[in-house]
């Protein structure tokens, strides 16, 4: 007969943890992609002007997320920082989700075709008047499917702030592995969080998308 020693707390110890990968993915993605925004339309409007920027970003697209943990966390002790280890956490996943983010959104502004530009201009819109209500509107239904990938993607990635000392779900999870010393089930668990998080935010992503082909 099955038995466990997995019990209802240890059930909520995870539920805890994914409460803080939760809020670490909204708090990476709002600095992404908020810094996305500027950084795309800017790599979008002045390519060569910006082309350093995009050196810049090349770097936390190709270094390990991994590394840049321990990187900056090193550098923050150095410098004498007193930052908190999820506020690092939610800035290294920030700015690596603007580094993604930001050819999501230069990628969706350059989609919107020339012709329609010089038709919002040939109307009276200004330049800002044209970005604001035509190529951005536009550009943000190329860009989303993109940047929900994103989001799912930096959902995952928070499992590595557990090198850095954050208790997310992962960490949850071997905290009680080495307990009670039933791997395959408390991963199973952990794995079915995950995937009811990324099913919640995948529908919510789908159902935006319906609206918008609706309002066409």
Excluded: H
Excluded at 167 to 186: C, F, G, H, K, W
């Amino acid at each position: 007969m099955f038995s466990t020693s997995f019990t209802v707390n240890d059930l909520m110890f995870l539920l805890q943890g994914a409460w803080v990968t939760v809020k670490l993915t909204v708090g990476a993605m709002l600095i992404g992609t908020l810094a996305g925004v500027v950084l795309g339309w800017l790599r979008a409007a002045l390519p060569r002007a910006t082309m350093p920027v995009g050196w810049f970003l090349d770097i936390f697209r190709s270094v390990p997320l991994l590394i840049q943990f321990v990187l900056f966390n090193s550098l923050k002790s150095i410098v004498g920082l007193n930052w908190s280890a999820f506020t690092v956490g939610c800035l290294v996943l920030g700015i690596y989700a603007a580094a993604f983010c930001t050819e999501i959104i230069r990628s969706g502004i350059l989609a919107v075709g020339p012709n329609i530009r010089r038709a919002s201009r040939s109307l009276g819109l200004t330049y800002w008047q044209d970005l604001r209500y035509i190529v951005l509107p536009l550009a943000a239904r190329v860009a989303f499917p993109g940047w929900l990938n994103l989001v799912l993607g930096v959902m995952k990635d928070t499992a590595l702030v557990m090198w850095i000392g954050i208790v997310e779900l992962l960490r949850a999870s071997q905290t009680i592995v080495t307990r009670i010393q039933e791997p395959l089930l408390v991963l199973c668990v952990a794995g079915v969080i995950y995937y009811l998080m990324s099913w919640v935010v995948a529908r919510l992503g789908a159902r935006l998308e319906k609206r918008w082909q609706e309002n066409d």
